[in-house]
């Protein structure tokens, strides 16, 4: 019965998205980052593996234990795996979960800004350096000072780098205010503005926050934020920024509805009108992307989970061009779950 409801997700799948690894290669790649470092395009996605974990609404039973990196020189072409460039083991301040990441590059060094769990099982965001985009990365000794949650994604603009992150449930996002934590931390009310992801722009050696992390605030067509009950449209993890016509676009998951979304503003830190769809969900539930520009063309990277049969932590990197209409909007993408795109 199992194998029916399978085989019936499969014939859901967008025909213009393409695995990046065999799908019967039983290597499992989610969250992947892509980011072209001398004209080439790098990969840094997170490790899915069958931890033996319960599934739950925490996360607990993605329980990644290092990164790899992939390379490509052209998007239809080979894709090279490089190989262990960060794990837990060798990370001084680790407890568990190496979630999602991000890479930039500053004066030929490359930053790894990781998603893990300290020693106490809290979340916070640390960086690994490297003279090689394909790495080794070492990490540093402690996470960034005030660093909290999950899904740090990382612009470059102009001279300025800003680093965006965050997460609800097991990213624990909701357990912070104002950059503290709170002894009871839960989601607001249905009719209160929803939890934002956060910004902050990087010290000058991209190894701190150079100012307290601002809320990433997101406005309904009537400038209004965003309320937290409005499931198919506000923030839940995540991150992404893109720069296009001078315009910034940043996108997220909506999560427990696994949309992909974006919204749009004048500058890195906002305020972003929310203005559609990206994609709808895939199978697997949890959608996590990235969206770059190589050779001239755009491109979104997420995952699925049709080669594992529907798990959903055991996911497969995709990749497919990314539309744009002459408005700057994006045409939105079937995901897979179904064939309704609104």
């Excluded at 690994?128 to 990365?137: N, Q, R």
Aim: glycine share 8%; with cysteine; net charge negative.
């Amino acid at each position: 019965m199992e194998e029916k409801k399978t085989d019936s997700w499969k014939q859901n799948v967008s025909n213009t998205a393409r695995y990046l690894l065999p799908e019967d290669s039983g290597i499992y790649m989610a969250d992947p980052s892509a980011k072209v470092f001398n004209d080439k395009l790098y990969i840094y996605p997170s490790h899915d593996r069958e931890s033996g974990i319960a599934e739950n609404d925490n996360g607990d039973h993605f329980d990644m234990k290092d990164y790899h990196v992939f390379s490509m020189e052209d998007v239809e072409g080979t894709i090279e795996d490089h190989g262990v460039i960060l794990d837990v083991d060798h990370t001084p301040w680790a407890g568990r979960q190496l979630w999602d990441s991000d890479v930039a590059e500053k004066d030929g060094k490359y930053y790894l800004y990781f998603s893990l769990k300290d020693k106490n099982d809290i979340f916070h965001i640390g960086v690994a350096i490297a003279d090689k985009p394909e790495g080794p990365f070492v990490a540093q000794p402690a996470p960034i000072k005030g660093s909290y949650s999950i899904d740090p994604c990382v612009l470059k603009d102009g001279d300025a780098y800003y680093i965006y992150f965050g997460g609800l449930w097991g990213g624990q996002l909701q357990r912070y205010r104002n950059n503290k934590a709170q002894e009871n931390g839960v989601e607001p009310e249905n009719d209160q503005p929803a939890l934002c992801a956060k910004v902050a722009r990087l010290s000058d050696n991209m190894l701190e926050f150079a100012e307290e992390p601002r809320d990433v605030v997101i406005l309904d067509e009537k400038a209004c934020p965003l309320k937290a009950g409005d499931h198919n449209r506000r923030f839940f993890e995540a991150s992404w920024m893109h720069k296009y016509n001078d315009k910034y676009y940043f996108s997220y998951s909506t999560g427990d509805t696994h949309c992909l979304c974006y919204a749009i503003g004048d500058n890195p830190y906002g305020p972003f009108t929310y203005k559609g769809l990206i994609m709808t969900p895939v199978v697997g539930w949890t959608t996590h992307h990235s969206i770059v520009e190589f050779k001239g063309k755009w491109y979104l990277f997420h995952h699925d989970s049709v080669p594992s049969g529907g798990k959903t932590w055991l996911r497969s990197m995709k990749v497919t061009e990314l539309t744009y209409l002459p408005d700057g909007s994006i045409v939105p993408i079937k995901g897979g779950l179904n064939d309704t795109v609104s």
